[in-house]
Structures are given as structure tokens and as C-alpha cells.
């Protein structure tokens, strides 16, 4: 059910503002004289919940393992009566990516809450939390660093990053209204619906869907190949295709590259049955995202 991402830097208030939701969502659904609602519960994922240390962050291999514990620990929480927040990092888009497309299976409501504390602030959180070993948090300074570095800031353009709630730090608290209508809806209008044979899309067995994604994705890869062949030394600029505009970069970009996001775009997809009509668009603007 539905699922509400949080994202943000190390330290920069994340399970603080977790908790704000929390309870909000706890009272609305005690306080509700509705049947569906009354029967969801609240569902919080974090690493501290997983049993996860700050330290998998350290290397490749285990900070994949840990993303995996998270990502199973979501989608199977997608099935039930809950409303799931998920609380962590969620730094990585295509991350995002990959979470939004399993609420969209089970056409669940999702968003995501980006927790806007600023590096300073977030900075000098990590540093008191290191000092004081009451608090169990912070992060050595190096792993600090290099997170901050590799933070892919979530863009609410973008379908897997909307709608995006932004928190500043000075704010007392999220805006919590807003994000129980994007998740429950209003009054005598509730989104939810629980999943069943007849909302739940069927997993792309159907080898013309698959091959609809292999070819559509390869079509256009073709058309920027050859478009960059007619123009050598050119910048980039819009390039005009059927269903879209793909903004190409100020380098060329290379075949490999531009295989490795078809490759990732098809291997999101498989699992969940774009309608056809939508596989050239969702692919120009994976395109766009990854090259921009
Ligand atoms: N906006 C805020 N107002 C007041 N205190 C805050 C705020 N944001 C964070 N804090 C405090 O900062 C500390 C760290 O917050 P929290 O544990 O929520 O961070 P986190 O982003 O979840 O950390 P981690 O990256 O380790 O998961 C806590 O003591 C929390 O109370």
C-alpha cells in the first residue's frame, strides 16, 4: 500500500522526520470512521529496523546487500495494509527508480520526502551525534564526505521522484496534510485500494512485450547515433523524436553508455507492463535523466 520514500543526507534529520509522520498517519487512521482506512497500519523501514549498521556504506558489496534487505523489506510491506515509510539514504535514483516502479505494480499512491537539511547543518548534527555516545548515530567523517558526494538530490520532474514533498530544516514540521491527501486522499475520496487479481499488473511473460522494449529502446538509440554521425564536432542540443525531445549533452555520448542505460531501463522494466504506448516516452525521459 501506499509507500512514502524519504531521502536525504547522512544525519540531516530522517528518522526525526520519520517519526513526525508516523504519528500524524497513526492519529488519522484512529481518528477515521472509515473501514478502509481504519484497517492500515503504519510501517517504518530504516536500517536501524533491518539491523543494518552505518558501516555498509563503507563498500560496494555491502552496501548492495543492505539495499536489497531494504528494497525486499518495502515490497513485501507493498501488499498489505500499510502505509510504508521508508527511511533511509535513498540516494541513489535509479534506487528510487527501481521502489517507485514496484508501487506502480501494485498501484499504490507513492511519493517521495526529501529531507532539505543543508550540508552545514547536517555537518555539524553528525559531528555532535559522534561526540555524545548516548545518541546512537553519526558517521565517521570520511563515510560522511563521500555520501554527501554521491547524494543524487531527488527531481520532482522526473515520475519516480513525484510528487516530491521538500522539508526545509527551519520547519516545524513536514507538511503532513498535503502528504496524507497525495497518499490516502481526502475525505469520501480515498485512493486506496487494496491489491488484488484485478489491480495488480501482470508480470511481462508476453515475449512481444519484451521484445517492443528491446526494439523501441534500440530505435532511438539509433536515431542519436546516427544523428551524431550527420554532425561530428557538434554540441549537443534537443533532438526531436516521435513522442519526445532528447537533450543531448555538449560531448558525444558513447555507444557503450548509452547501451548500459538501455540495458538498465529495459532491465527495470521488465517486471511491469508499460502499456506500449508508453515505452518510447518513459525511455526518452530515462535518457534525458541519465544523460542530463
Ligand atoms: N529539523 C530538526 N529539528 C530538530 N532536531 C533535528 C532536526 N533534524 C534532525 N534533528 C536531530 O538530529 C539528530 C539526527 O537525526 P536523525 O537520526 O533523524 O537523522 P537521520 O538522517 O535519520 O540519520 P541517519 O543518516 O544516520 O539515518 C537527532 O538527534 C534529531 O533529533
Not at 535513498?90 to 517521495?112: D, H, M, S, W
Not at 558526494?149 to 521538500?166: A, H, I, K, Q, V
Amino acid at each position: 500500500m501506499p509507500l512514502i520514500l524519504i531521502s536525504g543526507y547522512p544525519s540531516s534529520g530522517k528518522t526525526y522526520r520519520s517519526n513526525q509522520l508516523v504519528e500524524y498517519f497513526k492519529t488519522k487512521i484512529e481518528a477515521s470512521s472509515d473501514a478502509r482506512i481504519n484497517r492500515l497500519t503504519v510501517c517504518h523501514i530504516n536500517d536501524q529496523s533491518l539491523g543494518l549498521s552505518r558501516d555498509v556504506y563503507r563498500e560496494a558489496r555491502t552496501e548492495k546487500d543492505a539495499r536489497a534487505t531494504e528494497y525486499s523489506a518495502v515490497k513485501r510491506a507493498l501488499g498489505k495494509d500499510t502505509i510504508i515509510i521508508a527511511d533511509g539514504l535513498n540516494y541513489i535514483k535509479g534506487f528510487r527508480y527501481q521502489l517507485y516502479c514496484e508501487a506502480k505494480a501494485v498501484q499504490t499512491p507513492n511519493c517521495v520526502v526529501h529531507v532539505g537539511t543543508p550540508i552545514q547543518n547536517c555537518e555539524e548534527i553528525n559531528a555532535r551525534l559522534l561526540e555524545n555516545k548516548e545518541e546512537d548515530g553519526g558517521y565517521a567523517k570520511d563515510l560522511f564526505d563521500n555520501l554527501v558526494y554521491r547524494y543524487e538530490e531527488p527531481n520532482g520532474m522526473t515520475r519516480w521522484d513525484s510528487p516530491l514533498f521538500t522539508v526545509p530544516y527551519e520547519d516545524e514540521k513536514p507538511p503532513l496534510g498535503d502528504i496524507w491527501e497525495a497518499m490516502i486522499g481526502s475525505e469520501g475520496k480515498v485512493k486506496i485500494v487494496k491489491p488484488n487479481q484485478a489491480t495488480v499488473m501482470k508480470p511481462a511473460t508476453e515475449s512481444d512485450y519484451l521484445y517492443e522494449l528491446d526494439k523501441t529502446s534500440q530505435e532511438i538509440l539509433n536515431v542519436i547515433l546516427d544523428w551524431q554521425k550527420d554532425h561530428p564536432g557538434e554540441g549537443g542540443g534537443e533532438l526531436t523524436v516521435t513522442e519526445g525531445t532528447i537533450e543531448l549533452p555538449a560531448n558525444p555520448v558513447s555507444l557503450p553508455q548509452l547501451q548500459r542505460i538501455r540495458r538498465q531501463f529495459i532491465s527495470l522494466n521488465r517486471q511491469h507492463n508499460l502499456p506500449n504506448s508508453r515505452i518510447r516516452s518513459s525511455f526518452i525521459e530515462y535518457l534525458n535523466y541519465n544523460l542530463g
